[in-house]
């Protein structure tokens, strides 16, 4: 079991940086992609990137591809997304989520999910 709480959202100006926190609790985050997805209002909920259970691998969307950056750090069980030059279009609520190894990429393939913390981009 593990328990997901995002952290770090708020109200920026475009081009400014934010990081998000993913804290999780129990013993079983190392065994544990993390993911990161957003949903803005009125849309779907969307990939925004992945780090492998070591960290040694990452993947991200290609509207965020050079901009955010995600980083673990399995001894204190947390995830964090380092958003730089942010746009108005990044506004949502953001969330990460923890898959087993292998799993599909997509919301439904996620084992666990965080409660989301909202990013705010004014122009």
């Known amino acids: 079991q593990v328990q997901l709480a995002e952290s770090g959202g708020g109200l920026v100006q475009a081009g400014d940086s934010l990081r998000l926190t993913c804290a999780a609790s129990?013993?079983?985050?190392?065994?544990?992609?993390i993911h990161w997805f957003r949903q803005a209002p009125g849309k779907e909920r969307e990939f925004v990137g992945f780090i492998s259970v070591s960290g040694s691998s990452t993947s991200y969307a290609d509207s965020v591809k050079g901009r955010f950056t995600i980083s673990r750090d399995n001894a204190i069980n947390a995830a964090y997304l380092q958003m730089n030059s942010l746009k108005p279009d990044d506004t949502a609520v953001y969330y990460c989520?923890?898959?087993?190894?292998?799993?599909?990429?997509?919301?439904?393939?996620?084992?666990?999910w965080g409660k989301g913390t909202l990013v705010t981009v004014s122009s």
């Open positions: 989520a923890a898959a087993s190894p292998g799993s599909v990429w997509t919301a439904s393939g996620m084992n666990y």
């Open positions: 129990g013993r079983a985050f190392s065994r544990y992609a």
